[in-house]
């Protein structure tokens, strides 16, 4: 149970207004996870997606010492990595934005096939679409690219790196106009 005075002086930090434009969406819960249980919530999602279209899936190899291990393993030796992203807000318009999504941690040596799911906000929301961009609003998607495919990507120099770590974002989805080739699962 929580102190009376430590709930009233809680009160003055506890906003009254949301303070996320995704707390009227139907991703408002998986929103607010923790960012490991968002990446544990996607492989979940992932692996039933990849079973009701009969793939066999299990968990992936783990990761140790010196040893890098992916989220999951298909058929027995497809290894996917599961990247998830919410639509990012837009800086100049303070409103969520279509299509704009940032994947982060992505590492060339450690899937045969990368599994990018973009979560775009409810139709619903008052969203920003930027300019040049299209304006069909898919609620969510997944890409899915092959090691080779990420590796081309990073010696074309579209992926950015952050602490040594790659990402994609901006202008990728355009590139590959948005994933439309590349929705299937390629095994």
Request: one cysteine or more; a negative charge.
């Amino acid at each position: 149970m929580i102190d009376p005075i430590a709930k009233e002086v809680s009160r003055e930090f506890v906003p009254e207004l949301p303070t996320s434009p995704w707390c009227d969406s139907e991703w408002w819960d998986v929103y607010n996870l923790a960012n490991k249980h968002r990446g544990i919530f996607a492989e979940k999602w992932l692996k039933e997606l990849l079973k009701l279209e009969g793939y066999k899936v299990d968990k992936g190899i783990p990761s140790g010492k010196g040893r890098k291990g992916c989220d999951l393993l298909v058929n027995d030796n497809i290894r996917v990595e599961a990247k998830l992203s919410f639509a990012r807000i837009n800086q100049g318009t303070r409103k969520l934005c279509l299509d704009e999504f940032t994947w982060l941690h992505l590492d060339e040596t450690t899937a045969d096939v990368y599994a990018l799911i973009g979560i775009n906000p409810d139709k619903h929301l008052d969203y920003h679409v930027r300019r040049g961009w299209r304006t069909e609003h898919e609620p969510y998607y997944i890409i899915y690219l092959l090691q080779e495919d990420l590796e081309d990507l990073i010696a074309a120099e579209i992926p950015s790196t952050i602490y040594g770590e790659w990402q994609l974002c901006g202008s990728f989805l355009q590139l590959i106009n948005y994933g439309y080739d590349l929705r299937k699962f390629p095994y």
